[in-house]
Every structure is written in structure tokens, then in C-alpha cells.
């Protein structure tokens, strides 16, 4: 398994923007695909967006789709996550997640097997 480590979070007012990343262990990080998820209190954790292992392919859920932009370094093994025009309801908890199977267009936490921590982020109305 990959290790995970997400940075990034903070408080913001809405229609800000905010960067994420994730610093990912080891040498086989090209061969990973990777997600970002997000879980608010009280509700289930769910998908935000998602990138292939090269970078060429992405997915994005509905709810933030043309509002947040993920992206990967595999040089730097850093995957990111942009979020712009921010919303008091992308209030959650940002996760970081990885997978060496291929699944970065089905958008399902289940396909997902190494998480790091998460960051907080935080809009204000």
C-alpha cells in the first residue's frame, strides 16, 4: 500500500479558493490511480473527484463539476485537488485515497484502498 498524506485545508469564505495536495510514499506512485473524497458531520463520505494513474483521465462528481480540477505530479508524487468558487455546503473533510486497480472513472469509495488522514476545510458563509 501507498501512504497518504494530504496538506492544504483550512478556512475560507465562500467563493474563495483553496488548493489541496497529497504527498504520496514510495516508488510505484505512477501506478496508482487516485481519488479525493470528502465526508461532512453527520453525513457518509463521498466522491469528489478522481485522475487515471498517467494524469490523462479524469472524473469529477456533479456537485463540483467546473468548480474543482484534480491533477497529479508523478514526478513529485503529488496529487491536487483545486477548488474554486467555494460553497458553505464543501464544508467537510478532504480524503485522499489510492488504488492500483484501475477505477478512476467509477467514482466508488469501495475501489479505494489506501486513505491518509484528512484535512479540514472549512466555508464560511
Known amino acids: 500500500q501507498v501512504q497518504l498524506v494530504e496538506s492544504g485545508g483550512g478556512l475560507v469564505r465562500a467563493g474563495d479558493s483553496l488548493a489541496l495536495s497529497c504527498a504520496a510514499s514510495?516508488?510505484?506512485?505512477?501506478?496508482?490511480?487516485m481519488g479525493w473524497f470528502r465526508q461532512a458531520p453527520g453525513k457518509e463520505r463521498e466522491f469528489v473527484a478522481s485522475?487515471?494513474?498517467?494524469?490523462?483521465?479524469?472524473f469529477t462528481a456533479d456537485t463540483v463539476k467546473g468548480r474543482f480540477t484534480i491533477s497529479r505530479d508523478n514526478a513529485k508524487n503529488l496529487v491536487y485537488l483545486q477548488m474554486n468558487s467555494l460553497k458553505p455546503e464543501d464544508t467537510a473533510v478532504y480524503y485522499c485515497?489510492?488504488?492500483?486497480?484501475?477505477?478512476?472513472?467509477?467514482?466508488?469509495?469501495?475501489?479505494?484502498?489506501?486513505w491518509g488522514q484528512g484535512t479540514q476545510v472549512t466555508v464560511s458563509s
Open positions: 485515497a489510492a488504488t492500483p486497480r484501475i477505477s478512476w472513472y467509477r467514482g466508488s469509495l469501495r475501489d479505494f484502498d489506501s
Open positions: 514510495g516508488r510505484t506512485f505512477s501506478t496508482y490511480d
Open positions: 485522475i487515471s494513474r498517467s494524469g490523462a483521465n479524469t
